[in-house]
Protein backbone atom coordinates (compact mmCIF):
# COMPACT_ATOMS: atom_id res chain seq x y z
CA UNK A 1 0.00 0.00 0.00
CA UNK A 2 1.40 3.51 -1.06
CA UNK A 3 2.27 6.16 1.60
CA UNK A 4 -0.62 8.36 2.32
CA UNK A 5 -0.32 12.21 2.01
CA UNK A 6 -2.75 14.65 2.63
CA UNK A 7 -1.92 17.10 0.93
CA UNK A 8 -3.07 20.93 1.32
CA UNK A 9 -1.81 23.82 -0.79
CA UNK A 10 -2.73 26.73 0.53
CA UNK A 11 -5.62 25.65 2.61
CA UNK A 12 -8.66 27.69 2.62
CA UNK A 13 -8.28 26.90 7.12
CA UNK A 14 -5.43 25.66 8.91
CA UNK A 15 -5.92 25.17 12.56
CA UNK A 16 -5.27 24.07 16.19
CA UNK A 17 -8.29 23.31 18.12
CA UNK A 18 -9.31 20.82 20.73
CA UNK A 19 -12.06 18.55 21.91
CA UNK A 20 -12.98 17.98 25.34
CA UNK A 21 -12.76 20.04 28.42
CA UNK A 22 -9.71 21.53 29.96
CA UNK A 23 -7.79 18.94 31.62
CA UNK A 24 -9.09 16.31 29.34
CA UNK A 25 -8.60 17.99 25.99
CA UNK A 26 -7.40 16.29 22.77
CA UNK A 27 -5.31 18.46 20.25
CA UNK A 28 -5.79 18.28 16.52
CA UNK A 29 -4.35 19.80 14.20
CA UNK A 30 -7.09 20.83 11.22
CA UNK A 31 -6.92 21.67 7.38
CA UNK A 32 -9.96 22.24 5.16
CA UNK A 33 -10.52 23.16 1.68
CA UNK A 34 -13.99 23.08 -0.16
CA UNK A 35 -15.44 20.02 1.64
CA UNK A 36 -11.96 18.02 2.10
CA UNK A 37 -11.41 18.05 5.63
CA UNK A 38 -8.44 16.55 7.62
CA UNK A 39 -8.04 16.27 10.98
CA UNK A 40 -4.59 14.63 12.73
CA UNK A 41 -4.31 14.15 16.92
CA UNK A 42 -1.15 15.44 18.72
CA UNK A 43 0.12 16.31 21.79
CA UNK A 44 -0.50 20.10 23.77
CA UNK A 45 3.76 20.32 23.98
CA UNK A 46 3.72 19.79 20.17
CA UNK A 47 1.02 22.24 19.49
CA UNK A 48 3.11 24.91 21.16
CA UNK A 49 5.82 24.04 20.15
CA UNK A 50 4.75 24.28 16.63
CA UNK A 51 3.48 27.38 17.29
CA UNK A 52 6.65 28.62 18.80
CA UNK A 53 8.80 27.43 16.08
CA UNK A 54 6.75 28.80 13.23
CA UNK A 55 6.74 31.86 14.88
CA UNK A 56 10.54 31.85 15.01
CA UNK A 57 11.31 30.80 11.56
CA UNK A 58 8.84 33.75 10.00
CA UNK A 59 10.95 36.30 11.90
CA UNK A 60 14.25 34.69 10.79
CA UNK A 61 13.15 34.99 7.15
CA UNK A 62 11.97 38.54 8.25
CA UNK A 63 15.64 39.37 9.37
CA UNK A 64 17.36 37.64 6.73
CA UNK A 65 15.41 39.53 4.17
CA UNK A 66 15.62 42.92 6.13
CA UNK A 67 11.90 43.58 6.18
CA UNK A 68 11.73 43.12 2.26
CA UNK A 69 9.73 40.02 2.59
CA UNK A 70 5.53 39.19 2.43
CA UNK A 71 5.66 37.79 6.08
CA UNK A 72 4.18 40.07 8.36
CA UNK A 73 5.69 40.64 11.09
CA UNK A 74 2.78 40.32 13.50
CA UNK A 75 -0.35 37.90 13.20
CA UNK A 76 -2.56 40.06 11.03
CA UNK A 77 -4.86 42.03 12.42
CA UNK A 78 -8.02 41.01 10.82
CA UNK A 79 -10.72 39.02 12.40
CA UNK A 80 -9.10 36.01 14.00
CA UNK A 81 -10.64 32.61 13.39
CA UNK A 82 -11.70 31.62 16.93
CA UNK A 83 -14.40 29.07 15.16
CA UNK A 84 -14.17 25.45 16.55
CA UNK A 85 -12.86 22.84 14.40
CA UNK A 86 -15.08 21.75 11.31
CA UNK A 87 -16.86 18.65 12.67
CA UNK A 88 -17.18 16.12 12.52
CA UNK A 89 -14.02 15.91 14.16
CA UNK A 90 -12.51 12.35 12.38
CA UNK A 91 -9.11 11.74 13.12
CA UNK A 92 -6.86 10.63 10.56
CA UNK A 93 -3.75 9.94 12.36
CA UNK A 94 -1.51 10.25 15.54
CA UNK A 95 0.85 12.61 14.78
CA UNK A 96 4.89 11.34 15.86
CA UNK A 97 7.13 13.56 13.87
CA UNK A 98 6.78 17.65 12.78
CA UNK A 99 9.18 19.22 10.57
CA UNK A 100 9.03 23.02 9.25
CA UNK A 101 10.36 24.28 5.77
CA UNK A 102 10.39 28.32 4.32
CA UNK A 103 10.39 27.95 0.71
CA UNK A 104 11.89 31.47 -0.47
CA UNK A 105 10.92 30.71 -4.46
CA UNK A 106 7.28 30.48 -3.27
CA UNK A 107 7.05 32.55 0.08
CA UNK A 108 5.56 29.64 1.30
CA UNK A 109 5.77 27.97 5.18
CA UNK A 110 5.86 23.96 4.68
CA UNK A 111 4.30 22.08 7.42
CA UNK A 112 4.42 18.37 7.77
CA UNK A 113 3.06 15.99 10.28
CA UNK A 114 3.91 12.22 10.10
CA UNK A 115 2.23 9.74 11.80
CA UNK A 116 2.99 8.18 14.92
CA UNK A 117 5.11 4.81 14.25
CA UNK A 118 6.47 2.15 16.73
CA UNK A 119 9.94 0.74 15.57
CA UNK A 120 12.20 -1.80 17.42
CA UNK A 121 15.95 -1.51 17.00
CA UNK A 122 18.73 -2.98 19.20
CA UNK A 123 20.93 0.33 19.76
CA UNK A 124 20.01 4.47 19.24
CA UNK A 125 21.95 4.43 15.88
CA UNK A 126 19.81 1.87 14.78
CA UNK A 127 16.53 3.26 15.92
CA UNK A 128 17.69 6.66 14.07
CA UNK A 129 18.96 4.96 11.18
CA UNK A 130 15.55 3.30 11.04
CA UNK A 131 13.61 6.12 11.65
CA UNK A 132 15.62 8.32 8.45
CA UNK A 133 14.68 5.39 6.56
CA UNK A 134 11.05 5.49 7.52
CA UNK A 135 10.62 8.91 7.38
CA UNK A 136 12.21 9.23 4.30
CA UNK A 137 10.82 6.39 2.22
CA UNK A 138 8.10 8.10 -0.30
CA UNK A 139 6.34 5.06 -0.78
CA UNK A 140 5.67 2.92 2.13
CA UNK A 141 6.41 5.81 4.59
CA UNK A 142 3.94 6.63 7.67
CA UNK A 143 0.76 8.48 6.75
CA UNK A 144 1.70 12.58 6.23
CA UNK A 145 -0.34 15.64 6.26
CA UNK A 146 1.40 18.14 4.41
CA UNK A 147 0.33 21.91 3.92
CA UNK A 148 1.70 24.99 2.63
CA UNK A 149 1.09 28.34 4.04
CA UNK A 150 1.44 32.13 3.56
CA UNK A 151 3.57 34.17 6.06
CA UNK A 152 0.43 35.64 7.18
CA UNK A 153 -1.62 32.17 7.36
CA UNK A 154 1.10 31.18 9.31
CA UNK A 155 1.28 33.83 11.43
CA UNK A 156 -2.50 33.80 12.38
CA UNK A 157 -2.18 30.18 12.90
CA UNK A 158 1.09 30.55 15.72
CA UNK A 159 -0.92 33.39 17.32
CA UNK A 160 -4.32 30.98 17.35
CA UNK A 161 -2.76 27.75 18.30
CA UNK A 162 -0.55 29.58 21.51
CA UNK A 163 -4.22 30.80 22.68
CA UNK A 164 -5.45 27.04 22.51
CA UNK A 165 -2.79 25.95 24.11
CA UNK A 166 -2.80 28.93 27.03
CA UNK A 167 -6.82 28.44 27.17
CA UNK A 168 -6.71 25.49 29.56
CA UNK A 169 -6.18 25.18 32.77
CA UNK A 170 -5.21 28.23 35.41
CA UNK A 171 -2.21 27.33 36.85
CA UNK A 172 -1.74 27.04 40.89
CA UNK A 173 -0.84 30.57 42.02
CA UNK A 174 1.91 28.68 44.04
CA UNK A 175 3.24 25.84 42.46
CA UNK A 176 2.12 26.50 38.53
CA UNK A 177 0.60 23.29 38.04
CA UNK A 178 -2.34 23.34 36.58
CA UNK A 179 -5.68 23.67 38.79
CA UNK A 180 -8.68 20.97 38.20
CA UNK A 181 -11.92 22.51 38.71
CA UNK A 182 -12.03 20.63 41.86
CA UNK A 183 -8.65 21.61 43.11
CA UNK A 184 -5.07 20.18 43.17
CA UNK A 185 -2.88 18.75 45.87
CA UNK A 186 -0.48 21.31 45.62
CA UNK A 187 3.33 19.95 46.87
CA UNK A 188 3.99 23.80 48.16
CA UNK A 189 0.95 23.13 50.51
CA UNK A 190 2.85 20.23 51.69
CA UNK A 191 0.51 17.80 50.38
CA UNK A 192 -3.04 19.81 51.18
CA UNK A 193 -6.03 20.16 48.83
CA UNK A 194 -5.86 23.63 47.70
CA UNK A 195 -9.39 25.19 46.04
CA UNK A 196 -9.44 26.50 42.47
Not at 31 to 49: D, F, H, I, M, P
Not at 172 to 179: T, Y
Request: glycine share 8%.
Amino acid sequence: MSRQVFLYDQPERFVAGTVGLPGRRTFFLQASAGSRVTSVALEKTQVAALAERMDELLDEVVRRSGGSTVVPALAPTEPADTAPLDTPVEEEFRVGTMALAWDGEDQRMIVEAQALVELDAESEEDLAEAEERLLQDEENGPPMLRVRLTGAQARAFAKRALDVVNAGRPPCPLCSLPLDPEGHVCPRQNGYRRGA
